[in-house]
């Protein structure tokens, strides 16, 4: 863990990014997240889920991919600012849902049978990260897909890597969940499990 960072970043962090920068992450624009959201589409096995997940939706550019695959899709983030370009975005798709939501602290009762926590889990201590998992365990239906994506690269801001968090959900292998595939980039890995 980064003794620099030990706790969870709270909303405040983002929307002072958001603030200062309306895409902060150039996700509307960057040929890296463009390819890393075509990859992160491409790794679903199902052409169509039934209810789907996403934690950690930001501006909504990866949401609106994410909704041609899915019947139902709620996606969560911290940031009103951030949330209220999603719903703006995702304007004409009216089986997505948004709601501001910090978790581990909140977390969604229903179930799903698709989790995607595309670069978010690092923003979690360790002990979050943790009882996160546990919330997606419960909420996540047997044989659903639950997706990993992240940065691997190191932020002195973040509270763990991506390698941390994805080597987390490792550690629920065998037992609750079975790894499918996974593949690493330059800058990026993507694991995709499957709830046993």
């Known amino acids: 863990m980064n003794p620099l960072q030990p706790n969870s970043l709270q909303p405040q962090y983002f929307d002072n990014l ?7 992450w150039k996700f509307e624009t960057s040929e890296y997240e463009a390819n890393k959201y075509a990859a992160t589409i491409a790794a679903l096995p199902n052409l169509r889920y039934r209810s789907t997940l996403e934690i950690g939706g930001s501006i909504g550019v990866l949401t609106e991919k994410l909704a041609a695959r899915t019947d139902s899709l709620l996606s969560i983030d ?13 304007q004409h798709l009216p089986h997505v849902q948004f709601k501001i939501m910090q978790v581990p602290n909140e977390f969604p009762a229903a179930s799903f049978d698709l ?16 009882t996160a998992q546990q919330q997606m365990l419960n909420a996540l239906a047997p044989g659903g897909h639950l997706l990993l994506v992240h940065w691997t690269l190191y932020a002195k801001d973040y509270p ?6 994805h080597e987390a959900f490792f550690d629920l ?17 993507l694991d995709l499990f499957e709830r046993c």
Do not use: M, N, W
Not at 18 to 24: A, G, L, R, V
Not at 78 to 90: G, H, N, W
Not at 115 to 130: A, C, K
């Open 115 to 130: 989790i995607l926590v595309s670069e978010v889990g690092y923003y979690l201590s360790l002990e979050d990260l943790r």
């Open 18 to 24: 958001y603030q200062s920068d309306p895409d902060p």
């Open 173 to 189: 292998a065998p037992a609750h969940l079975k790894h499918l595939f996974g593949t690493r980039e330059e800058q990026y890995r």
């Open 78 to 90: 911290v940031s009103k600012i951030a949330q209220d370009r999603a719903i703006q975005r995702c």
């Open 160 to 165: 763990l890597s991506g390698d941390e968090v």
